[in-house]
T-cell receptor, first 116, second 116 residues
Framework: AQKITQTQPGMFVQEKEAVTLDCTYDTSDPSYGLFWYKQPSSGEMIFLIYQGSYDQQNATEGRYSLNFQKARKSANLVISASQLGDSAMYFCAMREGYNAGNMLTFGGGTRLMVKP | GAGVSQSPSNKVTEKGKDVELRCDPISGHTALYWYRQSLGQGLEFLIYFQGNSAPDKSGLPSDRFSAERTGGSVSTLTIQRTQQEDSAVYLC??????????????FGPGTRLTVL
């Protein structure tokens, strides 16, 4: 079974509008962390936002927020006021277990295209 | 400060040749990871180093792959007798492991390997 599922291979959004990128995960470990990364066409993976399984509040970082619904095992990324520079691949990733050294498991990614 | 650096940025080799890929992590980061990104397989974990502990090699796809980390800093990923299916982008990441779930992995720009 897939541990991280991103069901939207590609999405369009109008500049200045908000967009939600979906991510669902599967784990039986009570301790886990969820990460979102952005990968522009240049190829580098840029960290955006983190949500811990024990965090009571949804994470926010500037225009990025994470809609964390633990019971549904979803961690959707919300980008407000989209900009042309937001066009990129977006990856959801999970680290299981309390040991912070565990590797990340990635979803298949969503390609976001922002229209002017 | 300086981020994770990788060299070379691009490598073209002939099937059957050996290649070495280098990663220089962020200064002070004790954990180092190698991932592979290919069209068919997405992002896959390869190997993880933490300080002086034995590396976690559970993601290496075959015994043609090996990696070492000298002096707790620079790492080299070696692929022997390259095959066409080894063609991918090899990404290195590092993190400052403080033993909590919040440790974030920061990625380098990757090495694009093409096996002819």
């Amino acid at each position: 079974a897939q541990k991280i599922t991103q069901t939207q291979p590609g999405m369009f959004v109008q500049e200045k509008e908000a967009v939600t990128l979906d991510c669902t995960y599967d784990t039986s470990d009570p301790s886990y962390g969820l990460f979102w990364y952005k990968q522009p066409s240049s190829g580098e993976m840029i960290f955006l936002i983190y949500q811990g399984s024990y965090d009571q509040q949804n994470a926010t970082e500037g225009r990025y927020s994470l809609n964390f619904q633990k019971a549904r095992k979803s961690a959707n990324l919300v980008i407000s006021a989209s900009q042309l520079g937001d066009s990129a691949m977006y990856f959801c990733a999970m680290r299981e277990g309390y040991n912070a050294g565990n590797m990340l498991t990635f979803g298949g990614g969503t390609r976001l295209m922002v229209k002017p | 400060g300086a981020g994770v650096s990788q060299s070379p940025s691009n490598k073209v080799t002939e099937k059957g040749k050996d290649v070495e890929l280098r990663c220089d992590p962020i200064s002070g980061h004790t954990a180092l990871y190698w991932y592979r990104q290919s069209l068919g397989q997405g992002l896959e974990f390869l190997i993880y180093f933490q300080g002086n502990s034995a590396p976690d090699k559970s993601g290496l796809p075959s015994d043609r792959f090996s990696a070492e980390r000298t002096g707790g800093s620079v790492s080299t990923l070696t692929i022997q007798r390259t095959q066409q299916e080894d063609s991918a982008v090899y990404l290195c990441a590092s993190s400052m492991t403080s033993g909590t779930q919040t440790d974030t992995q920061y990625f380098g720009p990757g090495t694009r390997l093409t096996v002819l």
